[in-house]
């Protein structure tokens, strides 16, 4: 199943890599796909919304809610 | 005391905020200073430098050993 998040704040690949790895810390098996141009960040077999909204806080990104 | 370091693949203020998120989560009263332009990442009342490295790994950046 996946999910896609709105995620503030980042602006190059270095950003999405991070919120990439943010997530697969959480569960390491996730699927992460990031557009940088939307701000949306797409997860496959991923954590609950709770553990990716952390995780991306703690990243020092902006955690926006389900797009 | 304050320590440097030198971290890989940040390139712009996002990824340096990510860095920066990622040592204060260990330690939150440490005080993190970048300069992207020499990778070189400072921090003052720091966590030890393993967790440093951790950290750093973890939020997607390279660890690149004391500066």
């Known amino acids: 199943m ?3 998040y709105t ?3 980042m602006t190059c690949g270095g950003c999405a890599r991070s919120v990439e790895q943010a ?3 959480q569960k390491g098996d996730a699927v ?3 557009d940088l141009s939307t701000a ?3 997860v496959e077999n991923g ?3 709770v553990a990716v909204a952390k ?3 703690d ?3 902006e955690y926006a809610g389900p797009a």
């Open 59 to 61: 990243a020092g990104f």
């Open 2 to 4: 996946s999910k896609s």
């Open 32 to 34: 992460v796909t990031i």
């Open 23 to 25: 997530i697969k810390a």
């Open 7 to 9: 995620v503030k704040g």
């Open 55 to 57: 995780a991306v806080d």
């Open 47 to 49: 954590p609950d919304d």
């Open 40 to 42: 949306r960040v797409t």
